[in-house]
């Protein structure tokens, strides 16, 4: 499990940033050249191709969990510095639901867990009919550099994918 989490979440560690060696507030130069050095991400289209296209999904983690690939989106805020990084995994049949996703789910809340301790928030897998098109259910939450991470279930044009966040912003759990 622990090559796991070194390979899929290369998170921790004293001089790593927040995920990789990215960091808030880098440049999209910045994170570009970061992940173009990178040898655990790949590049999927050419860089000549970046200004045209942009960075949302055009890296991909080279190691998959349970064979689920996950891409990298990126949120900037209005300086374009970074404030959110995304891992998201491919898009999963609704069929699939509890199968596949609960799967990659389950192993992503442990190496989660292994890598930041038990989340300050911690509510079961969103169930698929609960999530509306276009939207994110979010289930778990830790605190991370002074941050916020987020895991839970996204649906887009109807498939699913388990969303990995990390942002810059610190976000308290909701009290029931």
């Not at 004293?14 to 990789?20: D, T």
């Not at 960091?23 to 200004?51: H, I, W």
């Not at 942009?54 to 900037?76: Q, R």
């Not at 404030?83 to 789910?105: G, W």
Request: with cysteine.
């Amino acid at each position: 499990m622990k090559i796991i989490t070194t390979l899929l979440l290369t998170v921790s560690g004293i001089n790593a940033g927040v995920y990789e060696e990215l960091q808030y507030g880098d440049s999209k130069q910045e994170v570009t050249d970061k992940l173009m050095a990178c040898n655990r991400v790949e590049n999927t289209v050419p860089e000549t191709m970046f200004a045209r296209v942009g960075l949302n999904g055009t890296f991909k983690i080279k190691k998959d969990l349970h064979g689920i690939n996950f891409s990298l989106f990126f949120d900037w805020n209005e300086s374009g510095k970074l404030k959110v990084i995304t891992l998201r995994s491919d898009a999963i049949e609704q069929k699939e639901f509890t199968s596949t996703l609960s799967e990659v789910f389950k192993s992503a809340h442990l190496l989660l867990t292994e890598a930041y301790g038990p989340p300050v928030m911690a509510n079961p897998m969103p169930s698929s009919n609960k999530i509306e098109d276009g939207e994110a259910l979010n289930s778990h939450l830790w605190h991370v550099n002074g941050g916020t991470l987020l895991m839970g279930v996204a649906k887009d044009q109807g498939k699913l994918h388990l969303s990995i966040r990390f942002l810059e912003q610190h976000i308290d759990p909701v009290a029931k």
